[in-house]
């Protein structure tokens, strides 16, 4: 098929020939499409690329039409599926059919999820809000990876997310599960990420911290089965056990997720007042005071002189400069 040449234009970066190869040589569609938006990402937005932005984007469409059509494109443009971000961050419980995805969702949310005694039960996702503290982070449900099944809006979802849950089950051979989908991602092009990991701004979309969990403690040999589960994955991602059924566990589920999400929480407090403790501030971690002023409003870029510290410095109440790095739980009183 003859295609259109494209003019390139002159100014990308080396990053971007790096991707297009990638592209060039990938052989799957999740590959193809891990790359091109990896070539969006790094292409400098002005005039000059508007074009070239465009045709990859149509690209980028095509593909994921392939994906959720897998027998050939059917009518028109089709969307990732996509789930607007709530709250402190979003975290996707993923994981093969059946091991209680939708279970944890449900004794963790509230919200309605549909729980089967058969694999294959949850088709569309399904995002409910989960409490950590004096925060909320919202938790989607996914229909279960398996070979073969992948979704387009699936896959979409996925890259869209701030972290993942695998859910495995302490009843069958929650190693192999959790191998064998930790393998299934990768084949997309995602890469899990371990315990104090960050994804690359740069490469997010395939880069995503990962929590395990082995569900279904309450059953025999449950125990055992974690200590596997543990001894297999400790060393590098957050291993919890948990019982969606029993409502056992779920607290460290959540906090592991909370510290998935790479996010701090931070208090202001006008000066000569309490500090606003109800109301936290959700900063990327590593936020400085800078960072947590212009969140406020965008006016503290200018005027920002100095802040009051109360958590993470060496006294409570210490001055500090504006590139002072917080950590969850401060309080800041900005100075202009
Ligand atoms: N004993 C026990 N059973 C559980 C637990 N959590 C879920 N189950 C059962 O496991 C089965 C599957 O639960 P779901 O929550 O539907 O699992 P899922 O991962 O969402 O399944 P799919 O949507 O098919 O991928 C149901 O029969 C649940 O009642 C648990 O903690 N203990
Ligand atoms: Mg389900």
């Keep these: 098929m003859v295609r259109p040449v494209i003019?390139?234009?002159?100014?990308?970066?080396?990053?971007?020939?790096?991707?297009?190869?990638?592209?060039?040589?990938?052989?799957?569609?999740?590959?193809?499409?891990a790359a091109l938006q990896e070539m969006m990402a790094v292409m400098p937005?002005?005039?000059?690329?508007?074009?070239?932005r465009a045709e990859l984007r149509a690209k980028m469409a095509r593909l994921m039409d392939e994906l959720e059509h897998p027998s050939g494109p059917r009518g028109g443009r089709t969307h990732p599926f996509s789930i607007p971000k709530e709250g402190a961050g979003q975290a996707a419980l993923v994981g093969p059919p059946n091991a209680g995805k939708s279970s944890i969702l449900a004794a963790l949310t509230g919200a309605p999820a549909?729980?089967?005694?058969?694999?294959?039960a949850t088709q569309v996702p399904q995002p409910g809000m989960?409490?950590?503290?004096?925060?909320?982070?919202?938790?989607?449900?996914?229909?279960?990876?398996?070979?073969?099944?992948?979704?387009?809006?699936?896959?979409?979802?996925?890259?869209?997310?701030?972290?993942?849950?695998?859910?495995?089950?302490?009843?069958?051979?929650?190693?192999?599960?959790?191998?064998?989908?930790?393998?299934l991602l990768e084949s997309w092009g995602i890469e899990p990420l371990g315990r104090g990991e960050r994804p690359d701004?740069?490469?997010?979309?395939?880069?995503?911290?990962?929590?395990?969990?082995?569900?279904?403690?309450?059953?025999?040999?449950?125990?055992?089965?974690?200590?596997?589960?543990?001894?297999?994955?400790?060393?590098?991602f957050p291993v919890v056990m948990v019982s969606a059924q029993e409502g056992v566990g779920l607290d460290d589920l959540t906090r592991e997720a909370f510290r998935a999400l790479g996010v701090i929480r931070v208090y202001t407090k006008p000066p000569g007042e309490e500090p606003k403790l109800d109301a936290p501030l959700v900063l990327p971690a590593g936020s400085?005071?800078?960072?947590?002023?212009?969140?406020?409003?965008?006016?503290?870029?200018?005027?920002?002189?100095?802040?009051?510290?109360?958590?993470?410095?060496?006294?409570?109440?210490?001055?500090?400069g504006r590139d002072y790095v917080l950590a969850d739980r401060d309080i800041v009183e900005l100075h202009g």
């Design 130 to 183: 989960a409490r950590f503290e004096d925060v909320h982070i919202q938790l989607v449900d996914t229909p279960p990876l398996a070979e073969g099944r992948l979704e387009g809006r699936l896959f979409g979802l996925l890259r869209n997310a701030d972290a993942l849950l695998l859910v495995t089950d302490l009843g069958m051979d929650a190693v192999s599960q959790a191998d064998g989908t930790i393998a």
């Design 45 to 52: 937005k002005h005039k000059g690329t508007d074009h070239l």
């Design 114 to 120: 549909r729980v089967a005694p058969y694999p294959f």
């Design 7 to 33: 003019a390139m234009p002159a100014n990308l970066p080396p990053q971007y020939h790096e991707a297009e190869k990638r592209y060039r040589t990938a052989r799957t569609i999740p590959e193809k499409l």
């Design 201 to 236: 701004p740069a490469h997010w979309q395939a880069q995503k911290p990962l929590v395990i969990v082995g569900n279904k403690a309450d059953l025999d040999g449950a125990l055992d089965e974690f200590q596997r589960l543990e001894s297999a994955f400790g060393h590098r």
């Design 288 to 320: 400085t005071v800078e960072g947590a002023a212009e969140s406020l409003h965008k006016s503290w870029r200018q005027r920002l002189k100095y802040a009051l510290v109360w958590g993470s410095t060496k006294f409570p109440g210490q001055r500090v």
